[in-house]
Protein backbone atom coordinates (compact mmCIF):
# COMPACT_ATOMS: atom_id res chain seq x y z
CA UNK A 1 0.00 0.00 0.00
CA UNK A 2 1.37 3.27 -0.98
CA UNK A 3 0.27 4.96 1.62
CA UNK A 4 2.20 7.11 3.97
CA UNK A 5 1.01 8.92 6.96
CA UNK A 6 3.13 8.17 9.64
CA UNK A 7 2.53 9.68 13.09
CA UNK A 8 6.11 10.28 14.18
CA UNK A 9 7.59 12.88 16.30
CA UNK A 10 8.64 16.25 13.91
CA UNK A 11 11.84 17.41 14.46
CA UNK A 12 12.30 20.77 15.92
CA UNK A 13 14.49 21.87 12.98
CA UNK A 14 14.88 20.38 9.29
CA UNK A 15 11.89 18.63 7.66
CA UNK A 16 9.01 17.25 8.37
CA UNK A 17 7.15 14.28 7.39
CA UNK A 18 4.21 15.88 5.59
CA UNK A 19 1.54 13.04 5.11
CA UNK A 20 1.63 11.98 0.81
CA UNK A 21 -1.38 11.13 0.06
CA UNK A 22 -1.77 8.41 -3.50
CA UNK A 23 -4.93 9.41 -5.38
CA UNK A 24 -4.56 6.05 -6.95
CA UNK A 25 -5.03 4.07 -3.64
CA UNK A 26 -8.68 4.53 -2.33
CA UNK A 27 -7.24 3.36 0.91
CA UNK A 28 -5.84 6.64 1.08
CA UNK A 29 -9.25 7.81 2.34
CA UNK A 30 -7.84 6.88 6.02
CA UNK A 31 -4.70 8.85 5.96
CA UNK A 32 -6.38 11.73 4.09
CA UNK A 33 -8.18 12.63 7.08
CA UNK A 34 -5.96 11.83 9.64
CA UNK A 35 -3.51 14.05 7.76
CA UNK A 36 -6.57 16.78 8.15
CA UNK A 37 -6.83 15.90 11.50
CA UNK A 38 -3.47 16.00 12.84
CA UNK A 39 -1.71 18.49 10.29
CA UNK A 40 -4.38 19.94 8.40
CA UNK A 41 -1.96 19.50 5.56
CA UNK A 42 -1.22 17.24 2.67
CA UNK A 43 0.78 16.53 -0.20
CA UNK A 44 -0.91 14.91 -3.10
CA UNK A 45 0.93 11.97 -5.48
CA UNK A 46 -0.53 10.70 -8.65
CA UNK A 47 -2.97 13.38 -9.43
CA UNK A 48 -3.66 12.72 -12.84
CA UNK A 49 -2.81 16.62 -14.07
CA UNK A 50 -1.08 16.85 -16.67
CA UNK A 51 2.55 17.95 -16.22
CA UNK A 52 2.40 19.77 -19.64
CA UNK A 53 -0.40 22.02 -18.49
CA UNK A 54 1.29 23.32 -15.27
CA UNK A 55 4.76 24.21 -16.95
CA UNK A 56 2.78 25.85 -19.45
CA UNK A 57 0.92 28.26 -16.69
CA UNK A 58 4.41 28.29 -14.68
CA UNK A 59 5.86 29.49 -18.19
CA UNK A 60 2.77 31.91 -18.67
CA UNK A 61 3.38 33.41 -14.97
CA UNK A 62 6.68 33.76 -15.08
CA UNK A 63 6.10 35.95 -18.41
CA UNK A 64 3.96 37.91 -16.94
CA UNK A 65 5.58 38.74 -13.78
CA UNK A 66 8.52 39.48 -16.31
CA UNK A 67 6.84 42.56 -17.51
CA UNK A 68 7.94 45.65 -16.46
CA UNK A 69 6.08 46.97 -13.17
CA UNK A 70 4.40 49.93 -15.24
CA UNK A 71 2.23 47.67 -17.49
CA UNK A 72 1.74 44.89 -14.25
CA UNK A 73 0.01 47.81 -12.60
CA UNK A 74 -2.22 48.64 -15.25
CA UNK A 75 -3.99 45.22 -13.92
CA UNK A 76 -3.80 46.18 -10.44
CA UNK A 77 -7.22 45.72 -8.72
CA UNK A 78 -8.95 44.96 -5.56
CA UNK A 79 -10.04 42.36 -4.45
CA UNK A 80 -8.63 40.92 -8.13
CA UNK A 81 -5.98 41.77 -9.82
CA UNK A 82 -1.96 42.27 -9.69
CA UNK A 83 -0.94 43.52 -6.06
CA UNK A 84 2.85 43.90 -5.02
CA UNK A 85 3.87 43.78 -1.81
CA UNK A 86 0.92 44.78 0.05
CA UNK A 87 -1.47 41.84 0.78
CA UNK A 88 -5.14 43.04 1.40
CA UNK A 89 -6.08 46.53 3.10
CA UNK A 90 -4.98 46.04 6.00
CA UNK A 91 -1.50 46.62 6.49
CA UNK A 92 0.09 43.23 5.72
CA UNK A 93 3.31 43.39 3.48
CA UNK A 94 5.20 40.49 2.06
CA UNK A 95 8.17 40.13 -0.29
CA UNK A 96 5.95 38.96 -2.93
CA UNK A 97 4.07 39.80 -6.28
CA UNK A 98 0.84 38.06 -7.45
CA UNK A 99 -2.08 38.03 -9.88
CA UNK A 100 -5.50 36.90 -8.41
CA UNK A 101 -8.32 36.11 -10.28
CA UNK A 102 -11.87 34.89 -9.60
CA UNK A 103 -12.05 31.36 -10.27
CA UNK A 104 -15.69 30.72 -11.07
CA UNK A 105 -16.32 28.17 -13.88
CA UNK A 106 -18.15 31.10 -16.22
CA UNK A 107 -15.94 33.95 -15.07
CA UNK A 108 -13.72 33.79 -17.73
CA UNK A 109 -10.50 35.49 -16.82
CA UNK A 110 -12.03 38.78 -17.45
CA UNK A 111 -10.63 41.75 -19.19
CA UNK A 112 -7.29 41.29 -16.71
CA UNK A 113 -4.50 41.02 -20.30
CA UNK A 114 -5.75 43.64 -22.27
CA UNK A 115 -2.81 44.31 -24.63
CA UNK A 116 0.51 43.05 -22.30
CA UNK A 117 1.81 39.80 -23.19
CA UNK A 118 3.16 38.24 -26.46
CA UNK A 119 0.49 35.30 -26.44
CA UNK A 120 -2.29 36.10 -23.59
CA UNK A 121 -4.53 33.82 -25.39
CA UNK A 122 -1.81 31.04 -24.48
CA UNK A 123 -2.62 32.54 -20.62
CA UNK A 124 -5.68 32.69 -20.64
CA UNK A 125 -6.20 29.21 -22.02
CA UNK A 126 -3.75 27.44 -19.42
CA UNK A 127 -5.75 29.70 -16.84
CA UNK A 128 -9.11 27.97 -17.49
CA UNK A 129 -7.64 24.39 -18.58
CA UNK A 130 -5.96 24.49 -14.88
CA UNK A 131 -8.86 25.72 -12.88
CA UNK A 132 -11.15 22.98 -14.33
CA UNK A 133 -8.49 19.95 -13.28
CA UNK A 134 -7.67 21.26 -9.94
CA UNK A 135 -11.40 21.47 -9.34
CA UNK A 136 -12.14 18.07 -10.70
CA UNK A 137 -9.23 17.01 -8.08
CA UNK A 138 -10.41 19.03 -5.42
CA UNK A 139 -13.66 17.57 -5.51
CA UNK A 140 -11.77 13.94 -5.76
CA UNK A 141 -10.09 14.64 -2.87
CA UNK A 142 -13.67 16.06 -1.09
CA UNK A 143 -15.08 12.78 -1.71
CA UNK A 144 -12.24 10.78 -0.67
CA UNK A 145 -12.39 13.02 2.69
CA UNK A 146 -16.07 12.20 2.91
CA UNK A 147 -15.53 8.45 2.28
CA UNK A 148 -12.73 8.60 4.75
CA UNK A 149 -15.13 10.18 7.72
CA UNK A 150 -17.78 7.79 6.43
CA UNK A 151 -20.45 10.27 5.60
CA UNK A 152 -23.41 9.85 3.04
CA UNK A 153 -24.09 10.89 0.45
CA UNK A 154 -20.33 11.16 -1.13
CA UNK A 155 -20.37 14.73 -2.79
CA UNK A 156 -21.22 16.09 0.75
CA UNK A 157 -18.45 18.44 1.04
CA UNK A 158 -17.78 18.51 -3.09
CA UNK A 159 -21.00 20.00 -3.94
CA UNK A 160 -19.98 23.11 -2.23
CA UNK A 161 -17.60 23.50 -4.60
CA UNK A 162 -18.31 22.50 -7.77
CA UNK A 163 -21.27 24.40 -8.94
CA UNK A 164 -21.12 27.46 -11.06
CA UNK A 165 -21.72 29.89 -8.58
CA UNK A 166 -19.13 29.12 -6.11
CA UNK A 167 -16.78 31.59 -4.80
CA UNK A 168 -13.37 30.48 -5.65
CA UNK A 169 -10.33 31.88 -6.29
CA UNK A 170 -7.39 31.59 -8.15
CA UNK A 171 -3.65 33.33 -6.83
CA UNK A 172 -0.35 33.25 -8.72
CA UNK A 173 2.57 34.60 -6.77
CA UNK A 174 5.93 35.51 -7.16
CA UNK A 175 8.92 35.98 -5.15
CA UNK A 176 11.67 37.55 -6.18
CA UNK A 177 15.04 36.51 -4.61
CA UNK A 178 15.62 38.74 -1.38
CA UNK A 179 18.56 40.66 -1.38
CA UNK A 180 18.45 41.48 2.26
CA UNK A 181 18.96 38.28 2.82
CA UNK A 182 22.35 37.96 1.79
CA UNK A 183 23.65 41.04 3.55
CA UNK A 184 25.52 40.46 6.23
CA UNK A 185 23.30 42.48 8.42
CA UNK A 186 20.73 40.31 7.90
CA UNK A 187 21.86 37.12 6.81
CA UNK A 188 20.88 35.00 9.61
CA UNK A 189 17.03 36.88 9.71
CA UNK A 190 13.91 35.48 8.38
CA UNK A 191 12.16 38.12 5.41
CA UNK A 192 8.64 36.99 5.28
CA UNK A 193 7.46 36.47 1.78
CA UNK A 194 3.82 35.84 3.17
CA UNK A 195 2.76 36.65 6.59
CA UNK A 196 1.36 33.83 8.97
CA UNK A 197 -2.29 33.01 8.18
CA UNK A 198 -5.13 30.57 7.71
CA UNK A 199 -6.91 30.21 4.52
CA UNK A 200 -10.42 30.99 5.23
CA UNK A 201 -12.38 28.82 2.29
CA UNK A 202 -13.10 25.31 2.31
CA UNK A 203 -9.76 23.64 1.06
CA UNK A 204 -6.48 25.22 -1.05
CA UNK A 205 -4.91 23.94 -3.16
CA UNK A 206 -0.65 24.56 -4.24
CA UNK A 207 1.76 24.26 -6.62
CA UNK A 208 4.90 25.59 -6.54
CA UNK A 209 8.37 25.15 -8.61
CA UNK A 210 11.04 23.87 -6.88
CA UNK A 211 11.79 27.15 -4.63
CA UNK A 212 11.72 26.24 -0.76
CA UNK A 213 10.04 29.08 1.50
CA UNK A 214 6.42 27.03 2.47
CA UNK A 215 6.13 26.49 6.18
CA UNK A 216 3.31 25.03 8.15
CA UNK A 217 2.89 25.74 12.07
CA UNK A 218 2.23 22.09 13.99
CA UNK A 219 0.19 22.06 16.92
CA UNK A 220 2.94 22.29 19.29
CA UNK A 221 3.74 26.07 18.02
CA UNK A 222 7.08 24.81 15.59
CA UNK A 223 7.22 25.81 12.11
CA UNK A 224 7.99 23.15 9.81
CA UNK A 225 9.75 23.57 6.50
CA UNK A 226 8.00 21.98 3.02
CA UNK A 227 10.01 20.68 1.02
CA UNK A 228 9.06 21.79 -2.20
CA UNK A 229 8.10 19.52 -4.85
CA UNK A 230 7.07 20.74 -8.55
CA UNK A 231 5.00 17.85 -9.40
CA UNK A 232 2.67 17.43 -6.39
CA UNK A 233 -0.09 19.33 -5.19
CA UNK A 234 -0.17 20.38 -2.06
CA UNK A 235 -3.71 20.88 0.27
CA UNK A 236 -4.64 22.44 2.87
CA UNK A 237 -7.50 22.63 5.12
CA UNK A 238 -9.20 26.05 5.37
CA UNK A 239 -11.31 27.73 8.14
CA UNK A 240 -14.30 26.80 6.81
CA UNK A 241 -13.67 22.93 6.58
CA UNK A 242 -12.50 23.50 10.07
CA UNK A 243 -15.48 24.64 11.48
CA UNK A 244 -17.87 22.28 9.50
CA UNK A 245 -15.84 19.20 11.02
CA UNK A 246 -16.80 21.21 14.50
CA UNK A 247 -12.70 21.42 14.99
CA UNK A 248 -11.97 17.91 14.05
CA UNK A 249 -9.58 19.17 10.67
CA UNK A 250 -7.11 21.40 11.42
CA UNK A 251 -7.29 24.85 9.20
CA UNK A 252 -3.30 24.91 9.17
CA UNK A 253 -1.24 28.46 9.75
CA UNK A 254 1.42 28.49 7.18
CA UNK A 255 3.75 31.46 6.03
CA UNK A 256 6.07 31.65 2.83
CA UNK A 257 9.86 32.87 3.71
CA UNK A 258 11.49 34.63 1.39
CA UNK A 259 14.64 33.23 -0.78
CA UNK A 260 18.01 34.65 -1.12
CA UNK A 261 18.86 33.29 -4.20
CA UNK A 262 15.79 31.99 -6.51
CA UNK A 263 12.43 33.26 -7.02
CA UNK A 264 9.82 31.39 -6.02
CA UNK A 265 6.41 30.83 -8.22
CA UNK A 266 2.75 29.49 -6.50
CA UNK A 267 -0.63 28.78 -7.64
CA UNK A 268 -2.59 28.59 -5.28
CA UNK A 269 -6.41 27.29 -5.94
CA UNK A 270 -9.09 28.87 -3.22
CA UNK A 271 -11.81 26.11 -3.19
CA UNK A 272 -14.80 27.78 -1.91
CA UNK A 273 -18.28 27.73 -1.19
CA UNK A 274 -21.10 30.09 -3.28
CA UNK A 275 -21.64 33.34 -1.02
CA UNK A 276 -24.60 31.82 0.48
CA UNK A 277 -23.92 29.24 1.84
CA UNK A 278 -23.93 28.13 5.30
CA UNK A 279 -21.21 27.03 7.11
CA UNK A 280 -21.90 25.48 10.64
CA UNK A 281 -20.68 21.88 11.79
CA UNK A 282 -21.88 18.54 10.07
CA UNK A 283 -24.57 17.41 12.22
CA UNK A 284 -24.04 14.00 10.76
CA UNK A 285 -20.44 14.45 12.39
CA UNK A 286 -21.17 15.15 15.86
CA UNK A 287 -22.41 12.60 18.36
CA UNK A 288 -25.11 13.50 20.92
CA UNK A 289 -22.96 14.83 23.64
CA UNK A 290 -20.72 16.76 21.34
CA UNK A 291 -21.16 20.48 21.44
CA UNK A 292 -20.86 22.92 18.59
CA UNK A 293 -17.80 24.73 18.70
CA UNK A 294 -18.65 27.62 16.45
CA UNK A 295 -22.09 30.01 15.72
CA UNK A 296 -23.34 29.43 12.12
CA UNK A 297 -22.19 31.99 9.20
CA UNK A 298 -22.68 32.24 5.66
CA UNK A 299 -19.29 32.36 3.48
CA UNK A 300 -20.10 35.86 2.60
CA UNK A 301 -20.57 36.77 6.31
CA UNK A 302 -16.63 35.33 6.87
CA UNK A 303 -15.95 36.34 3.67
CA UNK A 304 -15.93 39.95 4.38
CA UNK A 305 -15.10 39.20 8.20
CA UNK A 306 -11.56 38.04 6.75
CA UNK A 307 -11.00 41.10 4.07
CA UNK A 308 -11.41 43.41 7.05
CA UNK A 309 -8.61 41.39 9.31
CA UNK A 310 -5.44 41.24 9.55
CA UNK A 311 -3.38 38.24 7.95
CA UNK A 312 -2.34 36.94 11.46
CA UNK A 313 -5.87 36.82 12.93
CA UNK A 314 -7.54 34.51 14.27
CA UNK A 315 -10.21 34.87 12.38
CA UNK A 316 -12.46 32.47 13.52
CA UNK A 317 -12.84 33.60 17.05
CA UNK A 318 -15.46 35.89 16.72
CA UNK A 319 -17.55 33.02 15.71
CA UNK A 320 -16.45 30.71 18.47
CA UNK A 321 -19.66 29.61 20.66
CA UNK A 322 -19.39 29.34 24.47
CA UNK A 323 -19.49 26.64 25.57
CA UNK A 324 -21.26 24.80 28.47
CA UNK A 325 -17.30 24.17 30.00
CA UNK A 326 -16.74 28.25 29.79
CA UNK A 327 -20.24 28.83 30.99
CA UNK A 328 -19.01 26.72 34.43
CA UNK A 329 -15.80 28.57 34.53
CA UNK A 330 -17.68 31.83 34.17
CA UNK A 331 -20.39 30.97 36.73
CA UNK A 332 -17.38 29.65 39.27
C1 LIG B 1 -1.57 31.97 0.06
C2 LIG B 1 -0.39 31.16 0.44
C3 LIG B 1 1.74 30.19 -0.24
C4 LIG B 1 2.72 30.30 -1.38
O1 LIG B 1 -1.49 32.65 -1.00
O2 LIG B 1 -2.59 31.93 0.79
O3 LIG B 1 -0.41 30.58 1.49
O4 LIG B 1 3.58 29.42 -1.47
N1 LIG B 1 0.64 31.07 -0.42
O5 LIG B 1 2.64 31.22 -2.16
NI1 LIG C 1 -2.42 30.57 2.33
Request: net charge negative; with cysteine.
Amino acid sequence: MAVLSKQVAVPKSGFSPIPVIDMSEPESKHALVKACEDFGFFKVINHGISAELVSVLEHETVEFFSLPKSEKTLVAGYPFGYGNSNIGRNGDVGWVEYLLMNANLDSGSGPLFPSLLKSPGNFRNALEEYKTSVRKMTCDVLEMITDGLGIKPRNTLSKLVSDQNTDSILRLNHYPPCPLINKKTNGGKNVIGFGEHTDPQIISVLRSNNTSGLQINLTDGSWVAVPPDHSSFFFNVGDSLQVMTNGRFKSVRHRVLANGDKSRVSMIYFAGPSLTQRIAPLTCLMDNEDEMLYEEFTWSEYRNSAYNSRLSDNRLQQFERKTTHDNTLLND
